[in-house]
């Protein structure tokens, strides 16, 4: 009865709520994905290529025939996996940054700061452009190059939030009785900025998951054949005229993640006012 | 006064702010005195005055400027991490607001274990809660706070809460902070109450810094009266409550109203407190002491005993005396 | 000799409840005082007893989830809870002032002091230049030096006590014939404390406002009031002049609080606190004593009768141990 009680006071934000069902939407996909796909992906059927939804293939088929709500589970699969992925590159190289610069000020400050502000100088898709231009297409070079991007969003929220904790009374007081650097800042600050860190990297995945369909999109991201809501949707849109339905599955894909994320920080960082 | 007593010895203390423009700002300037073993000791004054500031100078959470603190029944331990970590130990500090003074995000039980973590006190996880209980108990706490959130407890209970933190690990010497002025008068007569029963049971020193006279001059052996940064007057309570002999002191115990006592000697001090940063020249008082004299202007003067162990910064004592 | 003086401000069972999990609790629970013209009344109690939401009442300034249940507030013989929103806006200001603790937030940061306490009076009334002048006069009477250069200062330029006097003058240019002071003096130094105490005091007898004093401090109470009012959980416990009520108090609470306050004369002595807390809104009890739980001299009836304020030696209490005299 206890427990359930923070849970209840997350799901009465409409915000959170509506996040939630949405990205649970995709994820159930994913999951779904794992157990049951009804055709290869990849598989190519040109006799039925730009079918509607029929009981055989209950999204229709695209431009070679492939079955769409297959591709559709395992391009879920690549968003997920790139979102966290680059959720988690920016929360683990970011957050100690930016609690080094906040928490000890003064020169250390001002290096790390230095060098976040030089890169969010960059556009960010720009930089991807150039790290995927120099490196090559690939998945791990799609992560990499958004995943720096990422970086500086972190270090300057966790940069504020131990700035904001690191003469509060009860730091000092724990200081007071010897305790160390490390301890101050794993025990005693960090799971207080924990809120803020969340709507960010929230807020991160959304950025991610569209930036990844982004260049899949202009043909950096995922390579053909795999799937992927970007390389879809570039594919679909020459069939617009013939297939509306084709163009439409993976924008709403892409909406659900992207929205549902959005909603879900929106709703996080009104529930960590109230 | 016999050596061995002194507990915690401060001479020329001295900390400096960098202010605009790189001026200095002195919040605590060319401080002497020095602090007995089991005794509490009052620091009185107003706010800006350095109190605070000399609070955390004296439990190491501020670097001096100059001048020194010095513990006599343990070594000095700058520059070496288990000396200080030992004085880490020995010294406590309790802040006033024990609602920014506790971590909110960390179970009771856990913040009153940290410190013997911290020093690798006890065997194992059941030894230590076993101690976190016993002090809990000594606070008037029961088992059913450990597993319990700060947010859960009213201010009382979070300050008995942070009295426990500091004392489990069996200090001797504690830095109350303006412990009680957050509190309501009788929640703050609960915890006074309960420090003066711990000091008995645990023979624990107090510096109790507050700004207000009547809570210092109930619970203190000696009282230090402050003013921009230095001592004005010091002695023990009787002395300065009965014949206080600085202007400011008697300016304090006029203003600080006993629902009791009539008021003894209606002095109203006119203007404000000056900035630290724009301290007059002279004695410091001098821009608001009623009986200001040109020498007041120009010298600024000295801790002069009065009788034994009555000290008085005024240059109408010394007028007096030669 | 109080008979005499026309009664400025009258509540008379004031019940103020919120709503929290579905129930009324209560914040005021049936309050009458009545407050005289040139009088200083204290209403003394510590933090959540619903002192200032009594005071907010008076000033139609409740929170928006407060409701008033019962009672009724009359000011000038004039009913003010059925006001309309511009009767309102009429009497704040003109009527009823009220300052509040913290001096620095009660100002606005950007505009010039004297603006500030111009505009007040613009606000009821008053021309142009004829607001000037009297702003100017008025920062006099508030004690305050070369008011010619501070009427065009701002708020931060100042310190805690001047801006509280610039609060006080901003409160008082209209001539309100009542002033609420919510702790005015809690947020300040004590040496200041008692210079703003002396202004309270000396304003009281020239420009005779009645002052409505809301402290937890019953030493500055005891300097400043002539009559009050203690609090606890919403209700009045005890009331009467000052001297008697702190030389002669007859409610447990009102004694609790008096051994609560440290002193040099108790030294070495353990100070009688009341043992427990204030209860939150919800955990009050609906009916029987509010401070059945935290009394040392309780009876089996203090739990399911609520006590009547009933006179003894000259002042009103509310409490079991005093029955009414048959």
Redesign the interface.
């Known amino acids: 009865m206890k427990r359930n009680f923070p849970l209840r006071r997350y799901f009465s934000n409409i915000h959170f709520a509506i996040g939630f069902y949405m990205v649970m939407t995709v994820v159930s996909l994913m999951i779904l994905g794992f157990f049951y796909i009804p055709y290869d992906p990849n598989a190519i059927d040109i006799a039925h290529k730009l079918q509607g939804a029929t009981t055989a293939h209950i999204l229709g088929t695209d431009q070679l025939g492939r079955d769409i709500f297959s591709r559709v589970l395992v391009g879920t699969r690549v968003s997920l996996l790139i979102g966290i992925l680059v959720v988690g590159f920016g929360v683990l190289i970011g957050t100690p940054l930016g609690a080094l610069s906040g928490y000890f000020g003064g020169k250390t400050d001002e290096v790390i700061m230095k060098v976040i502000d030089t890169q969010m100088a960059f556009p960010g898709i720009l930089l991807a452009l150039m790290i995927i231009a120099v490196f090559g297409t690939s998945l791990q070079n799609t992560v990499l190059a958004l995943g720096l991007m990422s970086i500086p969003r972190f270090t300057r929220i966790a940069r504020s939030g131990f700035m904001k904790y690191r003469n509060a009374e009860f730091v000092q007081a724990s200081r007071a009785r010897g305790a160390s650097h490390a301890r101050i800042l794993v025990l005693h600050i960090l799971p207080n900025i924990v809120p803020e860190l969340l709507v960010t990297a929230s807020l991160g995945f959304a950025s991610a998951v569209m930036s990844e369909a982004g260049l899949s999109y202009l043909g950096l991201g995922m390579q053909p054949p795999n799937p992927s809501f970007g390389k879809m949707l570039s594919e679909a849109q020459n069939y617009i005229l013939q297939a509306w339905w084709y163009v439409l599955i993976p924008s709403v894909a892409i909406s659900l993640l992207v929205m549902g994320f959005n909603l879900l920080g929106d709703g996080l960082q009104s529930i960590n006012q109230q | 006064m016999r050596q061995h007593d002194i507990l915690v010895e401060c001479s020329q203390l001295v900390k400096e702010y960098k202010g605009t423009r790189n001026k200095p700002v002195r919040a605590v300037h060319d401080l002497s005195f020095s602090i007995r073993q089991g005794e509490t000791f009052g620091l009185v004054g107003e706010s800006g005055c350095g109190k605070s500031t000399l609070g955390q100078l004296m439990v190491r959470l501020l670097e001096p400027t100059s001048g020194t603190v010095r513990y006599t029944n343990f070594q000095d331990g700058r520059g070496n991490r288990k000396q200080e970590k030992a004085m880490r130990k020995e010294n406590q500090i309790i802040f006033q607001d024990p609602y920014s003074s506790i971590n909110p995000r960390k179970r009771i039980g856990w913040l009153v274990e940290e410190p013997l973590i911290i020093h690798g006190i006890g065997k194992d996880a059941q030894e230590r809660k076993a101690m976190v209980c016993s002090i809990l108990k000594e606070v008037g706490l029961d088992d059913s706070y450990l597993d319990r959130w700060p947010r859960e407890l009213s201010g009382g209970q979070r300050q008995r809460v942070a009295i426990a933190i500091a004392l489990i690990l069996n200090p001797s010497f504690v830095v109350c902070d303006e412990v009680v002025s957050a509190l309501d008068v009788s929640v703050q007569a609960q915890v006074l109450n309960l420090l003066q029963e711990l000091q008995e049971k645990f023979g624990l020193t107090y510096l109790f810094i507050s700004h207000n006279l009547q809570v210092v001059s109930y619970l203190s052996d000696r009282i230090g009266v402050m003013y921009l940064g230095g001592l004005v007057e010091m002695g023990d309570t009787e002395q300065i409550y009965h014949h206080c002999l600085h202007p400011y002191t008697k300016a304090l115990f006029s203003a600080s109203v006993d629902a009791f006592d009539s008021v003894k000697e209606d002095l109203l001090l006119s203007g404000d407190i000056p900035s630290p940063s724009r301290s007059p020249s002279g004695c410091p008082f001098h821009t608001r002491c009623i009986s200001c004299m040109k020498r007041c202007i120009e010298e600024n003067p000295s801790m002069v005993e009065v009788s034994p162990g009555h000290f008085c910064a005024c240059h109408l004592i010394q007028g007096m005396n030669t | 000799m109080e008979k005499e003086r026309k009664a400025i401000l009258e509540i008379e069972h004031l019940h103020l409840d919120y709503r929290i999990g579905g129930r009324f609790c209560h914040a005021v629970h049936d309050v009458s005082l009545t407050i005289h013209s040139g009088e200083i009344l204290a209403l003394v109690g510590?933090?959540g007893c619903g002192k200032t939401q009594t005071a907010l009442a008076c000033m139609g300034l409740q929170p928006e989830s407060a409701h008033i249940g019962k009672g009724k507030i009359y000011f000038e013989g004039r009913e003010l809870l059925s006001q309309s929103k511009q009767q309102w806006n009429t009497l704040r200001g003109k009527g009823i002032s009220m300052i509040f603790q913290e001096p620095m937030t009660a100002l606005n940061p950007l505009v010039k002091v004297g603006k500030q306490i111009e505009e007040n009076g613009r606000n009821h009334g008053l021309g142009k230049i004829q607001a000037r002048e009297s702003t100017l006069s008025m920062m006099e009477k508030v004690g305050l030096p070369d008011v010619g250069r501070l009427y065009s200062s701002y708020p931060h330029q100042l310190?805690?006590?001047?801006r509280q006097r610039i609060i006080i003058a901003m409160a008082l240019i209209n001539d309100p014939p009542l002033l609420i002071a919510d702790e005015p003096t809690t947020a300040l130094?004590?040496?200041?404390?008692?210079?703003i105490?002396?202004l309270m005091k000396t304003l009281n007898k020239e420009l005779g406002t009645a002052i409505m004093l809301i402290s937890?401090?019953?030493?500055?109470?005891?300097?400043l009031c002539d009559y009050v009012h203690i609090m606890y959980a919403g209700t009045i416990v005890e009331n009467g002049p000052v001297h008697m009520i702190?030389n002669k108090p007859l409610h447990p609470y009102t004694k609790?609080?008096?051994?609560?306050?440290?002193?040099?004369?108790?030294?070495d002595q353990?100070?009688?606190?009341?043992?427990g807390?204030?209860p939150s809104l919800e955990n009050r009890p609906q009916v029987g004593c509010q401070f059945y739980n935290r009394c040392t001299q309780r009876m089996a009836s203090c739990k399911n009768i609520s006590p009547h304020a009933t006179m003894r030696d000259g002042h009103m209490v509310a409490c079991h141990l005093y029955p009414e005299e048959a």
């Open positions: 510590e933090s310190s805690g006590g001047m130094d004590v040496t200041i404390q008692k210079q105490m002396s937890h401090d019953l030493g500055v109470v005891s300097h702190l609790g609080l008096l051994g609560s306050i440290p002193s040099y004369g108790k030294k353990r100070l009688d606190s009341i043992a807390i204030v």
